[in-house]
């Protein structure tokens, strides 16, 4: 049986040793509580300040390799050592990742117990403060998220009442200039000054374009849905934009779905939405560049991709392209109206765009026309 060694002041070097391994444990804890309420820029930072801290609480901490991997990624270098103990990382229920800790294989340990049964318990518990951090992070991007969604919903609710009132505001003004100009110029015989009061209506008519915009942007503009083949109606405004696209050389590839993809749409404003995406791609695309357009029908939507091979839309622009008056174009060649309209005209179907764009090599829209209910 063996004896207790005890030091002079009579006191147990068994237990002596035990309290400060218990210590070292606890202090571990508190540091790990503390890095997880200290805020950090990302979840890595937080992560890689766990893992720091983490062999404070073994027995041999200056030897002890800690890591851990979440989802795909790996924080820390992975541990090289055999002589290791691994607890899972598990968030709402799904097993999200691993904690390890190791000593490596080439450094001798003088104690014959590698790791303690308190180390072991004291890992699942450090995993599970890591799955808190991890939750806890989750949550609040996800809550960000929500608010910058709702708080720019509510902007674009804002402007679209401030924009319909602006529009019908401007309607009666710009007829009246129109028809007192057009009204002048029948009287007038002075070719310079007929000159002059055709640019005023010339420039009354763009005006009053841009109003239509505003007034397809709030929504304002009344609707007239029909049942109409989505393929006929993406044909027939390709024909309008013929000239345009042979202008710059670019080749349109049309891969149509078969039989005919029938959804219920507003004729002119279906046209307005294809013309303002291939109107944006011919702009982005370099002499023959390369359209494609294609059609498909899902279990619920009738679905148009329109593709090019531009200069592509950088990554930091996204989320504001469909926002009005957001434009990259020099000033006088865009009103930033365009890709507004057409998000409010899917809108008002019932319907939604995506864009996914690499620059350099090209962007692609995605629009999804609900199909019309079966009896």
């Known amino acids: 049986m063996a004896t207790a060694v005890h030091d002079a002041n009579g006191v147990n070097e068994g237990s002596a040793a035990e309290l400060r391994e218990r210590i ?5 804890l508190y540091a790990l509580a503390r890095v997880a309420q200290a805020p ?4 890595r930072a937080t992560l890689d300040a766990v893992l720091t801290i983490i062999p404070q609480g073994w027995q041999w901490p200056e030897h002890l390799q800690a890591s851990l991997t ?40 003088r104690h014959q117990s590698v790791f303690l ?22 949550q609040r991007e996800h809550q960000a998220m929500l608010d910058r969604h709702l708080l720019n919903t509510d902007r674009l609710t804002v402007l679209s009442e401030l924009t319909a009132g602006i529009a019908h505001e401007l309607n009666t003004p710009l007829g009246n200039v129109l028809g007192f100009a057009e009204l002048l110029k ?18 009354a008519l763009a005006a009053r374009e841009i109003v239509k915009k505003l007034m397809y942007f709030s929504c304002e503009m009344p609707s007239q849905f029909h ?9 027939q405004t390709l024909r309008l934009l013929q000239h345009r696209s042979d202008e710059r050389a670019v080749r349109i590839e049309l891969d149509l779905c078969s039989p005919p993809l029938v959804a219920r749409v507003d004729a002119v404003q279906f046209a307005q939405v294809i013309s303002n995406l291939v109107l944006n791609a011919l702009a982005a695309m370099a002499v023959g560049g390369h359209l494609r357009i294609a059609t498909e029908r899902s279990a619920e939507y009738a679905i148009i991709h329109v593709q090019d091979n531009g200069s592509g839309i950088p990554a930091e622009n996204i989320p504001r392209i469909f926002q009005p008056f957001f434009t990259t174009k020099p000033t006088g060649e865009g009103t930033g109206l365009g890709l507004a309209v057409v998000h409010g005209i899917m809108k008002a179907h019932g319907g939604h765009i995506t864009v996914s764009s690499t620059p350099g090599t090209g962007t692609l829209f995605t629009l999804s026309f609900p199909l019309p209910q079966q009896p």
């Open 40 to 43: 950090r820029a990302t979840l």
């Open 117 to 138: 049964p308190e180390e072991e318990q004291l890992l699942d518990k450090l995993a599970l403060e890591v799955a808190s951090i991890v939750e806890r992070y989750e």
């Open 186 to 203: 029948r009287g007038e015989t002075v070719p310079a000054r007929q000159a002059d009061l055709q640019r005023i209506i010339d420039s």
């Open 24 to 28: 070292k444990e606890l202090s571990c």
């Open 227 to 235: 049942l109409l083949d989505v393929n006929e109606q993406v044909r």
């Open 70 to 109: 979440l989802d795909a990624d790996q924080v820390g270098r992975p541990p090289l050592g055999t002589r290791r103990l691994t607890a899972p990382i598990v968030i709402d229920g799904s097993h999200r990742g691993r904690l390890v800790v190791a000593y490596p294989d080439d450094i001798e340990l």
